[in-house]
């Protein structure tokens, strides 16, 4: 999950009176505010708008963290990293004048293994295949997707496309060991 301005973390916790029980990370310069529990639950209370906003907010993550489980339990991590990659177009993505897509934020490969429960090496590995793929490509330090619609079917989990790049993948990861151990 890649939270955006305005976010809440720890709001379960404070309305439910338990401790914290979330952490975050920060991949690009953030401002953080701590209100303390007492404030938000006089706040919520006093300002419907404010109580309504909460609830989208955690409403919101809940369906996020439902899918993402849905998503860890279902499905390849090659289809699992195209599923994120669209999501991070239709969130952050600036259609640019060729049709790409350049994500206009700034994440790692490991930010990407942990989004999907899988290791930093598939990842790098799978972002790799889709360079070679002509999916993606990095231009001056974000990431570009150059065929949305290749993406796309990779996400949707396109049995005959995923297939054929698995193969690929396999190719590609033995001629990897082959350079390894030569």
């Not at 350049?102 to 295949?129: A, E, G, K, P, W």
Request: negative net charge; glycine residues 6%; contains cysteine.
């Amino acid at each position: 999950y890649i939270a955006e301005k305005g976010c809440l973390i720890g709001e379960a916790s404070c309305i439910l009176g338990h401790p914290h029980s979330t952490s975050a990370v920060a991949i690009v310069d953030t401002e953080v505010y701590c209100i303390p529990h007492v404030e938000l639950e006089a706040g919520m209370k006093a300002d419907w708008e404010l109580t309504r906003t909460v609830m989208r907010m955690m409403c919101r993550k809940n369906s996020i963290s439902f899918n993402q489980v849905l998503e860890l339990s279902f499905t390849q991590s090659v289809q699992r990293v195209a599923q994120l990659v669209v999501h991070l177009c239709n969130q952050y993505g600036v259609k640019e004048d060729t049709g790409a897509v350049r994500i206009d934020i700034r994440f790692t490969h490991q930010d990407v293994s942990s989004m999907i429960n899988t290791s930093r090496v598939t990842v790098s590995n799978v972002f790799s295949l889709f360079a070679d793929e002509g999916i993606l490509e990095k231009v001056n330090g974000l990431f570009v997707v150059t065929d949305f619609g290749k993406l796309e079917s990779l996400a949707s989990g396109e049995e005959e496309l995923a297939q054929e790049l698995l193969a690929q993948g396999e190719k590609y990861l033995a001629a990897a060991q082959a350079a390894w151990d030569g």
